[in-house]
């Protein structure tokens, strides 16, 4: 008697990345790097946030000291931003990007994203997600299930 077995199961798991507006026009470079490191780039959307949206979009940051930097920084631009897919897409775009300050970055993980694009502990170049529930907000946030015109 032959026994059937289910074909392996691979746990795909998505994350939120952003590419910040002082470094947009480096996004044909960057994607380059996010493929080459495993990753599908399942959507993209080049979008330009009003201060509101950036609030919003950081609540869990407000009231923190470099809150108004923040918001005025990210909406000073167009940014892009991408679903990633891969097996631990979290964890490794957190690995990819290295610490969210680029002074540290450079000094600690030369060869992270950070330390690479990033200015400063404000001006950091990228964003991922921190986690799961976090993916999964920003996500929606990001690409809302009816994108009207």
């Not at 947009?24 to 599908?40: C, M, N, P, W, Y």
């Amino acid at each position: 008697m032959e026994i059937s077995m289910p074909p392996p199961q691979i746990y795909v798991e998505k994350t939120l990345a952003i590419i910040k507006p002082d470094i947009v026009d480096k996004e044909e470079e960057i994607q380059d790097i996010i493929l080459r490191s495993g990753f599908t780039i399942v959507q993209r959307r080049k979008l330009h946030l009003s201060p509101e949206h950036c609030s919003n979009f950081y609540v869990e940051q407000y009231g923190k000291m470099f809150f108004p930097n923040l918001t005025a920084y990210m909406s000073s631009g167009p940014l892009v931003a991408m679903i990633l897919a891969r097996h631990k897409a979290i964890t490794y775009w957190k690995e990819l990007l290295g610490p969210s300050n680029s002074l540290v970055a450079k000094e600690t993980h030369p060869d992270s994203l950070r330390a690479i694009y990033g200015t400063d502990d404000l001006r950091n170049a990228l964003h991922g997600s921190n986690d799961f529930t976090a993916a999964e907000r920003e996500i929606r946030f990001m690409f809302p299930k009816d994108l009207a015109s």
